[in-house]
């Protein structure tokens, strides 16, 4: 490990000497982009996180929200997301699992226990045979440790494009519950406490995680970059999740931070320096499992499942006594001091010795170059419907995630009272007596064809996931992914995706509280598209939400969007056939109409409700398809079942002048035909018509299940 020639120089002159090894890596690491956000950072003050509702801002292991309760008492909700995409290039099963483990760690750091989790997933083309080799061993290792700590996976997205096949992207959120009483900060509290390690032995892998994350994978990554990959242990993440949650009901814990990025040495310099102190740490008292480590990797180490607490003196004995009946090692390996210096020995010498400010927060921001976007030209091929819509319902963008979420064990906890497959998630918070909606994901084509105007419809659409099941938003966090940012091009189409999503959010009086950067994913193949991830949650009276099947029974209603005509930019229906074109128009009340959605997804006359998105209408009447219902629609021209206007729902209804009496002079509503009870679906679009089968659509749709 080394520093680059200006960041030595600066440690150099601010030490007053040379760092020694330890020092050279635990700075190489805290200021890595992956740490620091050296190049994301100064565009990050586009989000807003500020809101009634926010407890903890971002800058914590987690964002926490106060959940507006008809219940006793306050409920929050911590959420986090991280990227493990490095890792799972190189090792797809333990480089996704343990992404799933640090993102629940960062939950319990806030006092939460986990209830939720979400994946989205991005991969190279489908039909190769080497991006359904990650995507097997991605999903394997995100069900095998979610499954195995008991937390369910409940919402988020699998998409496929020729940007990620050299460099896929794991971005997984975790939601936990706490309240005010349990709340725990990363911010140390005192000097003279106890910091005190919990959790399973160090050891050598992960060595340099953040460093590795931070840089773009090289030709040979898969076998250079193995022991960069830490190996993860669900069973001891259980064990932990029940200690931490034992701790914190005893009220045993001043401060925590999960052992992630950087290992111990991030963690616990990080701990100390929010709080305005010192550490003062031995080394040697790290329990390992392995022999001969030396300072710097007990420092650097990211092995899994460890937690680092701030504990009173007094309550030390109690603390060690609660891991070891969970079978859980504790070593108090240091104490808070008041002079803000990060001082760690090994076998009785300093082996780092700087002002913990300094670490954390004194790498210089990068001011790169960045160039726009180009914007496409109108270029449209020749299709017939038929034909399009074959191609668009069976790609594998589109088509089923059921081989997917199948997996996952969704109802453990028994909270989920709408299970992944739909637009999102509902869980049931009883405590605050109250339903929490949640949706997660991107979509590359998008940002691909649009960078800016594509972040906004990511933003939008997750809002209208929540709508379509009568939520209204509360909060997200992003995961912001990105090429290598030295490049001008790339950093600029990063910055539009930031502008974007920030935008949006806004609109929709969104607060972000919390997120992750993941720069670098670059590889021989080039960059990947600019992604932004977004998980949101949001909140609905009760826990019932209309679902998306039809019942067959009612008037068949497109409500929201925008007058606009039909604009393929960024649709799937381009992305198979080629061809480029302007993107779709976002409409300008977006709060107005997801509050309006909402509202009309809970009336007593609605039927079901589908989010219209990836794939168009035609894809959206396609998943609400059943052996005993189908759908009789007339749209304008063959264009229309392919647009991808965010912002959009079908609304199965038997009071159609209700509907357009909620969205009068907010959004259009479009009447396209009736729900029938005969399994078919019959589309006229202009001079063209066809008509399928439920058995037809699920045979199309069933691609992914066929090829795995």
Known sequence: MSLNDSDHKLVTEHLGREPTQAETALFENLWSEHCA???????????????????????????????????????????????????????????????VGGIVRDILSMGAYPIALTDSLYFGDFEKEYPRYLFEGVVEGISHYGNSIG??????????????????????????????????????????????????????????????????????????????????????????IECNEQLIDEDLIESARDLGAAGLGGASSELVAKGGLGG??????????????????????????????????????????????????????????????????????????????????????????????????R????????????????????????????????????RTATPPGDDAAVMAIREAETGLAISAGADPNWTTAAPYDGARAVGLENATN??????????????????????????GGFK????????????????????????????????????PTLTMVGTKDGYDAPPMALSGEGTLLLVGGTDDGPALGGSELLARSGGSDRFPELPGNAAELIETIAAVADFESTLSTHDVSHGGLAVALAEMLTDDAGADVTVENSLAPFDEQPGRVVVET???????????????????????????????????????????????????????
């Open 654 to 708: 038997t009071d159609p002048d209700a509907v357009r009496e909620a969205f009068d002079g907010v959004a259009p509503v479009e009447k396209l035909g009736a729900a029938t009870a005969d399994g078919t679906l019959s589309i006229e679009a202009g001079d063209a018509s066809l008509t399928v089968d439920a058995s037809e659509v699920a045979e199309l749709r069933a691609v992914i299940e066929d090829e795995l």
């Open 379 to 414: 270029d449209l091929p020749e299709f017939d419907l038929e034909a399009a819509f074959e191609t668009v319902v069976g790609s594998p963008n589109t088509a089923s995630k059921r081989w997917v979420y199948r997996q996952y064990d969704h109802e453990v906890q028994v």
């Open 466 to 491: 929540l709508a379509a099941k009568g939520a209204t938003p509360l909060a997200a966090v992003d995961c912001l992914n990105g090429g290598n940012p030295e490049k001008p091009d790339v950093y």
């Open 151 to 240: 937390v369910p996976t409940v919402a988020g997205s699998v998409a496929f494009h020729d940007g990620y096949e050299g460099n896929p992207l794991v971005n997984v959120a975790c939601v936990g519950l706490t309240d005010g009483d349990r709340l725990v900060t990363a911010e140390a509290q005192e000097p003279g406490n106890k910091l005190v390690l919990v959790g399973r032995e160090t050891g050598r892998d992960g060595m340099g995680g953040a460093s590795f994350a931070s840089e773009d994978l090289a030709e040979d990554a898969e076998t250079e970059d193995r022991p960069a990959v830490q190996v993860g242990d669900p069973y001891s993440e259980k064990l932990l």
């Open 280 to 377: 003062d740490i031995e080394l040697d008292r790290v329990h390992q499992r392995e022999p001969g480590m030396n300072g710097t990797e007990i420092l650097l180490s990211e092995s899994q499942e460890r937690m680092v607490y701030e504990v009173e003196p007094g309550n030390v004995d109690r603390v060690a006594e609660i891991a070891e009946r969970y079978d859980l090692q504790a070593s108090v390996i240091g104490e808070t001091t008041d002079d803000g210096i990060y001082h760690c020995t090994f076998e009785g010498e300093t082996v780092v010795e700087a002002d913990a400010e300094f670490l954390g927060e004194g790498a210089p921001m990068h001011d790169l170059d960045h160039a726009e976007p180009d914007q496409p030209e």
């Open 37 to 99: 956000y050296r190049s994301s950072r100064p565009l990050l003050g586009a989000f807003e996180s500020d809101g009634e509702n926010v407890i903890v801002p971002p800058g914590d292991d987690a964002g926490v929200v106060a959940i507006p309760s008809s219940g006793d008492g306050d409920t929050y909700i911590a959420m986090g997301i991280e990227s493990h995409n490095h890792p799972s290039y190189v090792d797809p099963f333990d480089g996704a699992a343990t992404g």
């Open 496 to 531: 539009a995706i930031v502008d974007g999503l920030a935008d949006v959010c806004s609109t929709l009086s969104t607060p972000v509280v919390g997120g992750n950067v993941s720069l670098y994913n670059d590889s021989v193949e080039g960059p990947i598209p600019p992604t």
